[in-house]
């Protein structure tokens, strides 16, 4: 138990409980660097930001394009650099670029060993990590890579799902890893490898717990009694870890077995947890609670998200509810406490959103850009823009006024627009 039961008998138990940290995020980055998957906090919301409160009748103004190899791996910013993980032939390519005109910067390359699943993509799917002076990037085959954020030079790489069996699932690894309390963690998925800590300075095992199987949903790290620790979806379970002992508790089940997939990372706030997917597994609002948490509710008619994280913003969660391959999916604003739908975007199809300045950065997989304010009174939408027609699978990033998206598959490219003020 995490915590003494006569604190949670006195009340005070919730004193104790729960910020959500700034995880994997190095003391010495700016505000408004996007460092990892869905930014600073891991759930979509951009520091400092100051959006502009309408478009360019021909969009907005874009800063740079360059071309980038296979992949739906979203990019991570850390001060005047872009983080690009791709697949260019054979190699696996962790590459900065300059953030100010695209200009490449330094390239990594790694044998790419993926082979393929249902999607014919074989890039990497993971965004990758910057943490202080290092980036790390885990392949589509399992493969962790550790590169010097100033030069690009390799510090380590560990062949994760080779020494631990870990399952590629239907497209791959791509469930991004973490650095919470001085270690490294990875949903690798394999026999008593469910999850590994690593040494961030050096690749080495710390340690290895559970038969968790792997998911595509990225962890987020939480606060608990002054401690860190990592909320986990893996494939069928929400389970909370503690970097420095190895601990790993199931706080509840949440998957389903079959072709399915959890993929969107779990949401921390005010108290709640919220847990989201499609096929059948629906969605959970609960407290969050590292001993017993308590279902607000539940179900499959709310927000059930086939990939895309949702964002909240005051007590509201905006999201995608359906499903890409189905061709079923819409935009929605739910009220947190209690799941009630507040207003829905019927036909929006599968989005990436983003919070900034009390609007939402909006990127459909089709390429459509949207700019609405996040209020649960209506879709009040500000601003829309095709990008181009290419598939926009991969998450968007936003840092210094940039929004920066991927499109294409097996190969496309990076688009840089000024969005901020």
Same mark, same amino acid.
């Given at each position: 138990?995490?915590?003494?039961?006569?604190?949670?008998?006195?009340?005070?138990?919730?004193?104790?409980?729960?910020?959500?940290?700034?995880?994997?995020?190095?003391?010495?980055? *700016?505000?408004?660097?996007?460092? =990892?998957? !869905?930014?600073?906090?891991?759930? +979509?919301? @951009?520091? $400092?930001?100051?959006? /502009? %409160?309408?478009?360019?009748?021909?969009?907005?103004?874009?800063?740079?394009?360059?071309?980038?190899?296979?992949?739906?791996?979203?990019?991570?910013?850390?001060?005047?650099?872009?983080?690009?993980?791709?697949?260019?032939?054979?190699?696996?390519?962790?590459?900065?670029?300059?953030?100010?005109?695209?200009?490449?910067?330094?390239?990594?390359?790694?044998?790419?060993?993926?082979?393929?699943?249902?999607?014919?993509?074989?890039?990497?799917?993971?965004?990758?990590?910057?943490?202080?002076?290092?980036?790390?990037?885990?392949?589509?085959?399992?493969?962790?890579?550790?590169?010097?954020?100033?030069?690009?030079?390799?510090?380590?790489?560990?062949?994760?799902?080779?020494?631990?069996?870990?399952?590629?699932?239907?497209?791959?690894?791509?469930? *991004?890893?973490?650095?919470?309390? =001085?270690? !490294?963690?990875?949903?690798?998925? +394999?026999? @008593?490898? $469910?999850?590994?800590? /690593? %040494?961030?300075?050096?690749?080495?095992?710390?340690?290895?717990?559970?038969?968790?199987?792997?998911?595509?949903?990225?962890?987020?790290?939480?606060?608990?009694?002054?401690?860190?620790?990592?909320?986990?979806?893996?494939?069928?379970?929400?389970?909370?870890?503690?970097?420095?002992?190895?601990?790993?508790?199931?706080?509840?089940?949440?998957?389903?077995?079959?072709?399915?997939?959890?993929?969107?990372?779990?949401?921390?706030?005010?108290?709640?947890?919220?847990?989201?997917?499609?096929?059948?597994?629906?969605?959970?609002?609960?407290?969050?609670?590292?001993?017993?948490?308590?279902?607000?509710?539940?179900?499959?008619?709310?927000?059930?998200?086939?990939?895309?994280?949702?964002?909240?913003?005051?007590?509201?969660?905006?999201?995608?509810?359906?499903?890409?391959?189905?061709?079923?999916?819409?935009?929605?604003?739910?009220?947190?406490?209690?799941?009630?739908?507040?207003?829905?975007?019927?036909?929006?199809?599968?989005?990436?959103?983003?919070?900034?300045?009390?609007?939402?950065?909006?990127?459909?997989?089709?390429?459509?850009?949207?700019?609405?304010?996040?209020?649960?009174?209506?879709?009040?939408?500000?601003?829309?823009?095709?990008?181009?027609?290419?598939?926009?699978?991969?998450?968007?990033?936003?840092?210094?006024?940039?929004?920066?998206?991927?499109?294409?598959?097996?190969?496309?490219?990076?688009?840089?627009?000024?969005?901020?003020?």
């Amino acid at each position: 138990m995490i915590f003494p039961t006569q604190l949670w008998k006195s009340g005070l138990f919730g004193m104790f409980l729960l910020t959500v940290l700034l995880a994997g995020v190095p003391a010495d980055l *700016a505000a408004g660097d996007w460092p =990892q998957i !869905l930014g600073p906090h891991r759930n +979509g919301s @951009a520091d $400092g930001e100051k959006l /502009l %409160d309408a478009w360019p009748a021909g969009g907005p103004n874009q800063l740079w394009s360059a071309q980038v190899g296979s992949g739906y791996a979203g990019v991570a910013v850390a001060g005047d650099r872009v983080l690009v993980f791709h697949r260019v032939g054979d190699q696996e390519r962790l590459e900065a670029l300059d953030a100010a005109s695209g200009r490449s910067l330094w390239k990594a390359d790694f044998e790419a060993l993926y082979r393929g699943g249902i999607d014919a993509d074989k890039g990497p799917r993971c965004v990758p990590l910057v943490h202080r002076d290092t980036v790390y990037a885990l392949g589509a085959a399992g493969d962790l890579y550790a590169v010097a954020f100033d030069s690009g030079k390799e510090l380590w790489t560990r062949s994760l799902f080779a020494d631990y069996r870990g399952d590629e699932g239907y497209f791959g690894a791509g469930s *991004a890893p973490i650095i919470v309390g =001085q270690r !490294l963690l990875v949903n690798v998925g +394999g026999p @008593a490898a $469910g999850i590994v800590a /690593l %040494d961030p300075a050096t690749g080495k095992t710390q340690w290895q717990s559970t038969d968790e199987g792997a998911s595509y949903a990225a962890p987020t790290a939480v606060t608990i009694g002054n401690k860190p620790h990592a909320l986990f979806v893996t494939r069928y379970n929400c389970v909370l870890a503690d970097p420095a002992s190895g601990k790993v508790t199931t706080l509840m089940p949440f998957g389903k077995r079959g072709p399915t997939v959890n993929a969107a990372t779990p949401l921390v706030f005010d108290g709640k947890m919220f847990l989201t997917a499609s096929y059948g597994v629906g969605a959970v609002a609960a407290t969050f609670d590292p001993v017993k948490p308590k279902v607000l509710w539940s179900g499959d008619d709310t927000l059930s998200s086939q990939y895309a994280t949702p964002v909240q913003h005051d007590g509201f969660i905006y999201g995608i509810h359906g499903r890409e391959d189905i061709g079923v999916a819409e935009l929605r604003c739910v009220e947190a406490a209690t799941g009630k739908v507040r207003w829905k975007q019927p036909g929006y199809g599968v989005a990436h959103l983003i919070l900034a300045d009390g609007k939402l950065l909006i990127v459909g997989v089709g390429g459509r850009l949207a700019l609405a304010r996040a209020t649960p009174d209506k879709y009040d939408e500000l601003a829309t823009f095709d990008l181009d027609q290419s598939v926009a699978r991969a998450l968007p990033a936003l840092a210094g006024g940039r929004l920066i998206v991927r499109t294409g598959s097996g190969g496309g490219r990076l688009h840089a627009l000024r969005v901020g003020k």
